[in-house]
């Protein structure tokens, strides 16, 4: 199953991607998770229901440095596998 999940707020330059790395790789998930231009992040995730919805739900929380106004989950069609869970270049 796959995930993606835009996260707005204060994300960006507060450890949100390294939280959503720590987090990822703690529950077994592949993907990756990355700045957007918009001030955004965006985290795209693999694994169980059962944990990425466990992963949604810390997200939306997020590191106590950040402040997390929204968080938009889409349940995609699984598209290219990913192995392991890594930060990737800003888009």
Do not use: C, T
């Amino acid at each position: 199953m796959q995930a993606r999940i835009l996260v707005f707020g204060e994300v960006q330059g507060v450890g949100f991607r390294y939280f959503a790395l720590q987090r990822a790789r703690a529950l077994g998930l592949n993907g990756f998770v990355r700045n957007l231009s918009d001030g955004s992040v965006e985290a795209v995730v693999q694994g169980s229901k059962k944990d990425l919805e466990e992963f949604v739900a810390e997200l939306k929380n997020g590191p106590s440095s950040g402040s997390v106004r929204e968080a938009r989950v889409f349940w995609e069609k699984q598209g290219r596998k990913f192995e392991g869970f890594g930060i990737e270049a800003s888009a």
